[in-house]
């Protein structure tokens, strides 16, 4: 009993070391949590591999997640849907394959047999990249907007007296005093310069190598409407700070847009919202970037996976 | 049992059956056959393919968090309506150079009309604006992006026209690499070139400012003619490259080779050397007419050969038609590897 009460003096002890300063008003525990938020988070992870590792090296893992699927199952059948879906992928394979030369997909090494690293295999990876990069930009957008006010009405700032905005104070408050926000829009940044950079270079592997030719001209189609929105998720994604860059890309914008024949007007009334760069803009840009371009890119972007899927890559001999 | 009974039992038996064959073809998808048991399998997508698709990602995020460790986004003063423009200009992003290259490139095109030579009317010129530079400068960029989607149809109908009869039909499915076809990759490169050299151009006031000599006479003249210079050094270097192939033996080679054998065993001379450019794409497999006939999946003449396999079946079963050398993209001489090889085998024994 007295060991027991040392060991949880030694604790209390301790913990009331790390909680250093605790304010009065505080209680312990929630100063220590507010302090120690991100290493609790990784203790809590590193707790998580750390209990799966156990089971794994105790051979108990495999146990553990047969009970914890029979679990499941026993409630929602789910093995009926798994066998169906198993069925009908194995179906589809031995109907396609045999008679098109189409095939669900394999890869390159599984399908002729070749022994050796594949020296073009990168060029071949750069729609995946892209892909993997679009995941990056939802997952980091998604923080951003968290932050981003989309309003770019000009008002005089009382203490400069220079024209600022609501979206260039957010976007300064985020560069300046939100948590990691400096590093999400860096990351933002730079996968979507990544993006549009893999983009090009996986139309160019699919160009050089004829990969659009017969059946799969739909699929190439479909790559340079994603290869348009992806730029213009780019151009609508660097007006949103509102700052000269964006400003001076609006203006070149505009002007494009007004100088269609016939329809310039209007097309400067959609996209820009007016034939002048105002707050409405800004808005206008924001909703086509968060949501106008996210739900078109998703859609076209999982027709585009699966008709890859459904046909195969090409590969030149 | 009535007729229904056995129509259900019939179809149950046919369900059966395909069951159990569909099952015998999965479990037996890795599995060769019979005469090239000992060759290696494919590496299979998970995990060698997987790992190495991971691996590519990590990096990838590395590099990202590498670069927005070190190279800040940029955020510029808030925007101002009322600012003066500074000079240069800021620039849109390097993927949009090429569409704002369009418009400066772009020029008033107009047209003069000298009506002052036709006599005794008493006119005079007449300047007409045919299009404005901001107008045309836009539509070129209508005119790319649809150059581009349109390029499956643009192919065939190149291929069409070159060969009106088979054109269409031979393009029809083939990926090709840039070797097999110079001319396709030679427009592909122009078109590369073209965008970059827009996008060079659309900087012209930033490289006027570090370079006076360069100005824009000299940009336009650039675009114009670089696309066109590294289109060209394109399509010779691939033509050249395509038909570097291992060379066939000539007519004297040949007879020499029948009659003596192999004699002088020069690197250049040796089939192996040359079938170090195959990359085992199987294209002569699959059109082997041997291997259509008479052996389905089972006889490949070429790999077979080369393993030294079945006790020469394989290499004495080549009628040495061809086929093979006509559609591999290497342009390696098979019938040449095969004959050496029997002459090889023949050698020691006399006729």
């Known amino acids: ?317 | 049992m009535n007729e229904d009974n056995a129509t259900e039992m019939i179809n149950e038996y046919q369900d059966e059956q395909v069951a159990l064959d569909t099952i015998s073809k999965i479990e037996n998808r890795e599995e060769h056959s019979v005469l090239e048991a000992d060759m290696v399998k494919g590496e299979p997508l998970y995990p060698h393919e997987m790992t190495r698709d991971g691996v590519l990602t990590m990096y990838i995020m590395a590099l990202f968090f590498f670069l927005a460790a070190f190279v800040p986004p940029p955020l510029h003063k808030a925007a101002d309506p009322t600012a003066v423009t500074p000079f240069p200009p800021p620039l849109p992003d390097w993927y949009l150079l090429w569409a704002f290259g369009c418009l400066k490139v772009a020029q008033d095109i107009e047209m003069n009309l000298p009506l002052s030579m036709i006599p005794f009317l008493g006119l005079e010129d007449i300047e007409l604006m045919l299009m404005s530079a901001k107008v045309w400068g836009t539509l070129v960029q209508g005119l790319i992006f649809g150059l581009v989607v349109a390029v499956p149809f643009i192919d065939r109908a190149i291929g069409t026209f070159i060969d009106p009869q088979y054109g269409d039909v031979i393009n029809r499915g083939h990926e090709r690499r840039p070797i097999e076809d110079p001319v396709r990759a030679a427009i592909g490169v122009y078109g590369i070139a073209m965008v970059i050299m827009l996008s060079v151009f659309s900087i012209n006031a930033n490289i006027a400012m570090y370079y006076p000599e360069i100005d824009t006479n000299v940009l336009t003249q650039i675009t114009l003619w670089g696309p066109i210079g590294c289109a060209l050094i394109t399509y010779l270097f691939l033509d050249r490259r395509r038909s570097e192939g291992a060379k066939p033996l000539s007519d004297e080679e040949r007879f020499d080779l029948y009659t003596n054998g192999i004699t002088d065993r020069r690197m250049q001379r040796i089939y192996e050397f040359k079938l170090n450019r195959c990359y085992q794409c199987g294209l002569c497999d699959d059109i082997c007419p041997v291997r259509d006939m008479e052996g389905e999946h089972e006889l490949n003449i070429i790999f077979n050969t080369f393993q030294n396999e079945h006790d020469g079946v394989a290499m004495w079963s080549c009628i040495t038609c061809g086929m093979c050398t006509a559609v591999c993209p290497q342009n390696i001489e098979y019938v040449d590897y095969v004959l050496e090889q029997r002459a090889l085998a023949t050698a020691g024994v006399s006729s």
Request: glycine share 8%; hydrophobic share 50%; with cysteine.
């Open chain 1, 1 to 317: 009993m007295m060991k027991v009460n040392k060991v949880l003096a030694v604790v209390i002890g301790c913990l009331a070391l790390l909680a250093v300063p605790a304010s009065a008003e505080t209680p312990l525990m929630e100063e220590l949590m507010k302090k120690y938020t991100f290493p609790l988070i990784f203790l809590s992870l590193a707790g998580a591999v750390a209990g799966v590792a156990y089971l794994y090296l105790t051979g108990l893992l495999p146990k553990v997640m047969f009970e914890s699927w029979k679990w499941v199952d026993e409630r929602f059948a789910l093995h009926k849907y798994f066998s169906m879906a198993k069925r009908e992928y194995y179906s589809v394979v031995y109907t396609l394959l045999p008679a098109t030369g189409r095939t669900m997909p394999q890869s390159h090494t599984e399908r002729y047999n070749v022994k050796a690293v594949w020296y073009w295999y990168p060029f071949y990876s750069l729609g995946g990249l892209s892909f993997f990069a679009y995941i990056v930009l939802t997952i980091t957008g998604i923080y951003l907007g968290f932050y981003y006010v989309p309003d770019g009405e000009f008002i005089t700032d009382p203490e400069t007296g220079e024209k600022t905005s609501g979206a260039y104070k957010s976007m300064e408050l985020i560069m300046t005093q939100v948590t990691f926000g400096y590093i999400i829009r860096a990351v933002h940044h730079w996968s979507a310069h990544f993006m549009v950079a893999s983009v090009f270079l996986h139309m160019m592997r699919v160009y050089f190598v004829g990969a659009y030719r017969n059946p799969r001209e739909v699929n190439w189609i479909l790559g340079t409407l994603l290869l348009g929105i992806t730029i213009f998720f780019g151009y609508t994604g660097y007006l949103l700070p509102w700052d000269e860059l964006g400003f001076a890309a609006g203006s070149i914008g505009l002007e494009m847009a007004t100088s269609i024949p016939a329809m310039g007007p209007l097309m400067a009334q959609i996209i820009f919202g007016g034939t002048q760069l105002t707050g409405d803009t800004v808005t206008r840009m924001y909703w086509l970037h968060i949501f106008v371009l996210p739900l078109i890119g998703t859609v076209l972007i999982i027709v585009h996976m699966a008709l890859v899927w459904i046909q195969g890559e090409a590969e030149p001999h």
